[in-house]
């Protein structure tokens, strides 16, 4: 990798629940959430979204026209949220892009494939199988928070199965937890998986973190981040993965021990160094022969930073984090203070993206997460005119009702309404909320019906989204990134970390992992730009790319298969989507689902005459 100058080498419960809902959190946040007609704005321009107060079952394939929208006062009012709700699909999905001088570099983030949406929908993606599923692994480790063993165990290479060494780390330490004890016995069906329990420090954390390890019979190694759970379920709603190069084993020592100089943050040497800092956080007997043996590798190709979180208690006072792995938002904080806005003096805007939110508090919000997110280098452009915009996107109940698996999925998004502290903080979010699909109505009109500019797609608006993204874009227009996160970590305390103590203790509970990348990773002469691409990892010709079209055709191609009849409608509860969704939650039922009406479906109390041949879960999915 290019060498870069000293000066990025910048210093810089609540409870569990919060974050791990049931799935019926989403829909009592959504009624009052978008159907509150509050005004937000992104880039000066707005388009009318009309707002649904109801739960309604998924419609059959006979209904797929659009139901009416009542209110809870009876009346149908437009609710005016941002511009970037009919985007939210396509620029904070990810798809992000490298420009390198005259030539392309492709997306270093890539979107999973979802079955029930057509191939033209599909391309570019990665699948599980496409990770796991080459005959040359020999072993993998997954780092996850819930697993289904048999669903992994499916997508390796069917002649090599039985010979790949799988190495499975969860953080469900109590004996009777389903999830432990489901793991556990699914495991003893194979010779060749071992089961490693992470040890959990903080009462209310989890083991988050989403990763995969691999070692191949070619002597080369690759590390994958992912935002899925292992689970089928998972897998049909919009996911992001990042997958490093493949390593090679080192040849030659990088770097001599007596080098003053610590390795450059986004260099592949850096990388490595808080990796296996991360790893070493499980203690020596869980992940001690894997960090041994990624030590070999050379990760020099590498140009990302690892932003982790580990649980316990870090002191930002008596850390350098130049030469230390810090954890958390100070760990982004000081990756961002290393790279230089490209805002000028236009106000950036940073779209948040998560499938959780959890009760963490305005204060904890303005204070400490969102200040993080706003720090750059330091540049001449006073701080009053480079304060962010900041927005986040997050679907609706009726958004989730019309996904591939319908309801089924709001088992994996989750906003609580339950007191009176998460009701105020919905009302401070409420101008930062932006659609996940923005289909409601036409979204290329304003608010006084007048045409606003194309509209871009990344053909996910019928996946529900599991994906977490904080992207960070440099002009009104959106058409240029200044760094983009993609990671495990949802919107929680427990995730990032508390806000930092007057002895500057910041404490974290849980285990995450992600990456960010920027432009000045490819180019130090800041030639480089990062742009959105939709439906596709490369821009055409050279240029940002926008898959411009109408939200009918849009739509139409979305959800067509490739002869051209109707393809798996999103709204369909058909037999192989049935048998998918109970194949997945089969260890973990917790009753049949009829949406009869909103009350039962809220209060989980349903007559048997209303029971519908699908289920849901109400474990807790993140």
């Known amino acids: 990798m290019a060498s870069r100058s000293n000066k990025r080498r910048c210093l810089s419960k609540t409870a569990a629940d919060d974050e791990n809902d049931s799935d019926l959190d989403l829909f009592e946040v959504s009624a009052t959430a978008w159907n509150s007609a509050a005004h937000s704005r992104a880039s000066g321009e707005e388009c009318k979204i009309l707002s649904r107060s109801s739960i309604s079952p998924p419609p059959t394939r006979d209904t797929i026209q659009k139901l009416p929208n009542p209110m809870p006062d009876g009346e149908t009012r437009a609710a005016t949220v941002s511009s970037i709700s009919a985007l939210s699909s396509s620029l904070a999905v990810n798809h992000d892009r490298t420009l390198c001088g005259r030539g392309s570099i492709s997306s270093p983030f890539q979107l999973s494939t979802v079955n029930g949406l057509a191939a033209s929908s599909n391309i570019d993606t990665v699948s599980l199988g496409d990770i796991l599923g080459d005959p040359l692994v020999k072993e993998c480790w997954l780092f996850n928070y819930i697993f289904d063993v048999d669903f992994i165990m499916s997508h390796l290479d069917e002649d090599t199965r039985e010979m790949v060494q799988v190495n499975i780390v969860h953080g469900s330490w109590k004996k009777e937890d389903p999830n432990r004890v489901h793991i556990e016995e699914a495991a003893k069906k194979y010779k060749n998986i071992h089961v490693i329990t992470a040890y959990l420090a903080e ?27 292992f689970i089928v379920r998972d897998w049909s709603m919009c996911q992001a993965i990042w997958r490093s190069p493949l390593l090679s084993l080192l040849t030659t020592s990088i770097g001599s021990p007596n080098d003053p100089s610590p390795p450059l943050i986004g260099s592949g040497v850096r990388f490595k160094k808080d990796l296996l800092a991360y790893l070493r956080a499980y203690g020596v007997k869980r992940t001690g022969s894997l960090t041994a043996e990624l030590d070999r590798y050379d990760f020099s190709s590498i140009r990302a930073a690892l932003i982790a979180s580990v649980p316990g208690k870090q002191n930002l006072w008596n850390t350098d984090p130049e030469t230390e792995t810090i954890w958390g938002w100070p760990a ?13 003096e236009v106000r950036p805007h940073i779209v948040m993206q998560c499938s959780s939110v959890a009760s963490v508090g305005e204060k904890w919000m303005e204070d400490t997460f969102l200040k993080a997110l706003s720090v750059m280098q330091s540049s001449n452009i006073p701080k009053s005119q480079n304060k962010p915009k900041f927005s986040l996107v997050f679907p609706t109940a009726d958004e989730i009702r019309r996904s591939v698996d319908g309801y089924a999925s709001g088992g994996s998004i989750h906003m609580k309404l339950q007191n009176s502290a998460q009701v105020r903080q919905l009302h401070y979010l409420r101008s930062m909320l932006c659609h996940w699909a923005g289909d409601q109505s036409p979204s290329s009109a304003s608010a006084d019906g007048e045409a606003k500019g194309p509209v871009r797609q990344a053909l996910r608006r019928r996946a529900a989204p599991h994906i977490k993204t904080y992207i960070r874009f440099s002009d009104k227009e959106m058409t240029k990134i200044d760094w983009a996160i993609m990671t495990s970590a949802n919107l929680s305390k427990q995730a990032w970390g508390e806000a930092a103590t007057a002895g500057g203790e910041v404490k974290i509970c849980s285990y995450e992992i992600g990456v960010v990348v920027w432009p000045g990773l490819w180019d130090e002469g800041e030639q480089a730009k990062m742009v959105p691409v939709f439906g596709k990892d490369m821009p055409d010709d050279g240029e940002n790319d926008t898959v411009v079209k109408e939200d009918k055709e849009a739509e139409d191609e979305e959800t067509t298969d490739e002869e051209g009849g109707k393809g798996l409608r999103e709204w369909k509860v058909e037999e192989q989507r049935k048998s998918k969704i109970k194949s997945q939650i089969g260890w973990g039922e917790t009753g049949s689902a009829s949406v009869v009406d909103d009350q039962r479906f809220k209060s989980g109390h349903y007559p048997e005459k209303d029971k519908q041949p699908w289920k849901f879960s109400t474990d807790l999915v993140v």
């Not at 019979?217 to 981040?225: C, N, S």
């Not at 982004?332 to 000028?344: E, G, L, Q, Y």
């Open 203 to 229: 009462m209310y954390g989890t083991h988050h973190s989403k990763m995969i390890i691999l070692f191949r019979h070619d002597e080369q190694a690759q590390v994958i981040i992912v935002t899925g759970n």
């Open 332 to 344: 982004f904080r000081h990756v961002f203070s290393c790279i230089k806005s490209t805002s000028a």
